[in-house]
């Protein structure tokens, strides 16, 4: 059947002593596969055969040990006391026998102990009529499956990050295969690699191999392809370009300095973002010139998500402009969203600098965990780990095993365990266990429930987990430059003039900030100099928010003014006063959506004196919707040459200014009073500007639009009918739920 490869015969006597199978076809035309049946017959002998001789080699327990302990084991289901189950557990870990196998030394040869043990581990988990279903598609197929059983050190690798995502190894393999065939790279690193990174410790964190193991963490991630978010249409990820992507960034320093010494383990948990390539690079980019507090702020665990408690509004997800949300996370911030969004974003956002983050889920509500270097992994926007899961995991097994693995010589004893549970067949322990789920508790065999209990004394006497050091970066990276610099006292930089008369004022270069503005003064992201940014407006009171720059000219006239600036958000403004101008005379600064690049206004007229001259910002727009501004830009002659704004991406108009807004006396109405009533969409901030309390919608009858309760228990209470049949009552005053209302309306 297998013409030149092998037969069953010859196969099952290699096995006798050392199994090995075909490395690759050697002929130019290679046979066609055999059967399906027949391939999983010939992967089914081997499997057997290979998990005897590891049987062979296993200590056995004293049986009223195991008895003890199986038992404790099987009754304890979350909650009461765990002792018994532990006392158990660490006599049969003591026996000498089980020690001694458990630290024997690395034999990842074929037909060594741990060369069998994987084998065995990696045929019970793929199974083998999953390699021959795999295998059967072509000969290609099935030389990548020969190739991964004979490379024990591949499989090691595999095993000791988890396996493929549903142990699918045979797609897994023709990932890993394409992106080495592709990546020049890797082809240098593997021929400058020291044979003694591949022997121990087996979870390799050497920060100059990082890309071999980001290679090895992309194909197991995308066994099962990864569909692109929030798309029904079936795109997924392509895992080839998404390691090129990696490896392209990582290169050029964009990533977080962590990213060298993350295990595969950890890197698969980077690169099964579900955003398109193209958004990753956009987040890091517009982060970056934006806000770049959020790549340099103190805390490690909220390094790069802190995004979300300023840019991520909590509502419902809306879309002011449908035409602008695409479908993709940078229409996250535009939309707002609850736990489920700002949970999406906050995970994008880490895994596109290369941190891994294990995704949360609560009892209604999302959330998100990450891991830093310093302190392991947290769980962020949520609860803590026992209230959690992701897909069939619960979050108590994750942090489990997660922290485990930072004992890395007890961790390889766990491994070698766990590959005795697959050599014995046995059920697995279940992942899903935690005190909020007892019938997940007491699964599976003997070695699987032994090694759980391993995991657990090994983190319960090494706890808190030891901070995973970080060398010198092999390639040194801008956000640890940035970092070193973000605490340094820079000068205020000065504002020029050049030889056109073109006036060029830093953001930074601040005369005055209003102490209740919500202003900042950063570093840019490539230390060029410093930004400004802004985090909202008030509507009621602008000044509140100003900061103003003092600038001189010789002559008295119309100059032009442009800012350079950045926003993930729209529907947003930015005003300004020249000297001693009135509220009536504030003139708008054409701020639009510019997706987190810098970009510059159209320019704007101001009038200016001979002499000085104060340019005071400030805001009205109140929804945290932050503006990042560089410079701005005076000129003597209007520039034509900026490029206009999309037509999407521009503010709708602003709402009428404070004072435009007018209740009206109980017994009249905007109608008789030949006024214009203000629309549901300037109710609030009609109802704000007039002290009033806004409480949202309300249908209702004997009045229309936008209101205000003046009598009773909830005078003062501001409401918008949304009852368009409603009509103002008869004879005014008229009431409401018994207390007496006043429409609101605009003055002109």
């Known amino acids: 059947m297998m013409s030149n490869l092998f037969s069953i015969k010859t196969l099952l006597l290699i096995t006798i002593f050392i199994f090995s199978f075909p490395t690759a076809f050697t002929n130019k035309s290679p046979p066609p596969p055999p059967p399906v049946q027949a391939l999983e017959k010939q992967f089914t002998a081997v499997m057997n055969e290979t998990c005897a001789r590891v049987m062979l080699k296993v200590p056995t327990f004293s049986s009223i ?64 009529l999953n390699l021959a279903e795999f295998g059967v598609q072509g000969s290609e197929q099935l030389n990548l499956i020969y190739l991964l059983l004979n490379d024990t050190l591949l499989m090691r690798d595999m095993l000791v990050a988890g396996g493929p995502v549903e142990n699918q190894y045979g797609p897994a393999m023709a990932i890993y295969s394409a992106i080495n065939k592709s990546s020049l790279n890797l082809s240098h690193l593997r021929s400058r690699q020291d044979n003694s990174l591949s022997s121990n410790p087996w979870d ?107 840019e991520v509004p909590y509502q419902d997800p809306q879309c002011p402009n449908l035409s602008v949300c ?79 693995r930072e004992n890395r010589s007890n961790f390889q004893m766990i491994l070698r365990g766990g590959w005795v549970a697959n050599a014995r067949d046995e059920i697995p322990v279940s992942q899903d266990w935690t005190p909020s789920n007892p019938q997940a508790y007491g699964k599976g065999g003997v070695w699987g429930a032994l090694m759980l209990y391993a995991k657990k004394i090994a983190v319960n006497t090494t706890n808190p987990v030891p901070p995973r050091p970080i060398g010198p970066s092999v390639v040194p990276t801008k956000v640890a430059t940035l970092i070193a610099a973000w605490s340094e006292k820079w000068p205020t930089p000065n504002i020029t003039t050049d030889s056109n008369g073109t006036i ?19 570093k840019n992201f490539d230390l060029s100099g410093e930004q400004l940014v802004i985090l909202n407006g008030n509507y009621v009171d602008p000044d509140a928010t100003s900061f103003s720059y003092e600038i001189s000219v010789q002559d008295a006239g119309t100059r032009y003014l442009i800012a350079n600036f950045s926003t993930w958000h729209i529907n947003i403004d930015l005003l300004l006063k020249v000297n001693n101008a009135t509220d009536d005379q504030l003139i708008t600064v054409p701020i639009y959506y510019t997706v987190g690049y810098w970009n510059q206004t159209q320019p704007v007229p101001i009038q200016l004196v001979a002499g000085k001259n104060t340019l005071k910002f400030m805001r009205s727009t109140q929804a945290v919707a932050p503006i990042a501004i560089r410079e701005f830009f005076v000129y003597i002659n209007e520039p034509h040459n900026i490029p206009m704004p999309p037509g999407n991406y521009t503010p709708t108009p602003p709402p009428p200014r404070p004072d435009n807004f007018i209740a009206v006396p109980p017994d009249t109405s905007c109608y008789k009073q030949g006024i214009t009533n203000v629309p549901e969409t300037f109710c609030q901030e009609a109802c704000e500007a007039l002290n009033f309390k806004f409480s949202g919608d309300k249908a209702t009858v004997n009045m229309t639009d936008c209101f205000v309760l003046s009598s009773g228990s909830n005078a003062g209470t501001c409401l918008f009918n949304t009852n368009t049949t409603a009509s103002i009552c008869a004879e005014q005053p008229c009431t409401v739920d018994g207390s007496i209302t006043q429409q609101i309306c605009l003055r002109q």
């Open 65 to 128: 040990d195991e008895s003890n302990f199986m038992n404790a084991y099987t009754k304890f289901n979350g909650t009461g006391s765990e002792t018994e189950v532990f006392g158990n557990a660490t006599k049969l870990l003591s026996d000498p026998g089980v020690m001694e196998f458990l630290t024997l030394p690395d034999s990842f040869i074929p037909g060594e102990l741990d060369g069998d043990m994987v084998l065995c581990a990696v045929l019970r988990d793929a199974t083998p």
């Open 204 to 310: 390799d964190r050497n920060q100059s191999t990082v890309l071999l193991r980001l290679a090895l963490a992309t194909a197991l991630a995308h066994a099962v392809p990864i569909p692109v978010a929030f798309i029904s249409n079936g795109s997924t990820i392509d895992p080839v370009a998404r390691y090129f992507h990696y490896e392209k960034y990582y290169l050029l320093g964009d990533l977080d300095p962590a990213f060298e010494v993350l295990t595969i383990f950890e890197l698969m948990m980077v690169v099964d973002s579900n955003g398109v390539d193209e958004d990753l690079l956009w987040l890091r980019t517009t982060m970056g010139n934006y806000r770049p507090d959020y790549i340099a702020g103190p805390s490690y665990t909220w390094r790069y998500i802190q995004a979300v408690h300023q």
């Open 326 to 404: 695409n479908d993709r996370y940078p229409s996250i911030p535009i939309a707002g969203g609850e736990c489920g969004p700002r949970a999406f974003f906050s995970r994008f956002s880490r895994k596109s600098y290369g941190l891994p983050t294990f995704g949360v889920t609560e009892h209604a509500h999302a959330a998100m965990s990450s891991w830093a270097p310093n302190n392991g992994w947290s769980i962020q926007l949520g609860s803590s780990w026992p209230f959690c899961w992701w897909l069939s995991r619960s979050g108590d097994d994750f942090i489990l095993e997660a922290q485990a």
């Open 504 to 522: 060029n004022i830093p953001a930074a270069a601040v005369s005055y900030v209003n102490r209740s503005a919500p202003v900042s003064i950063m």
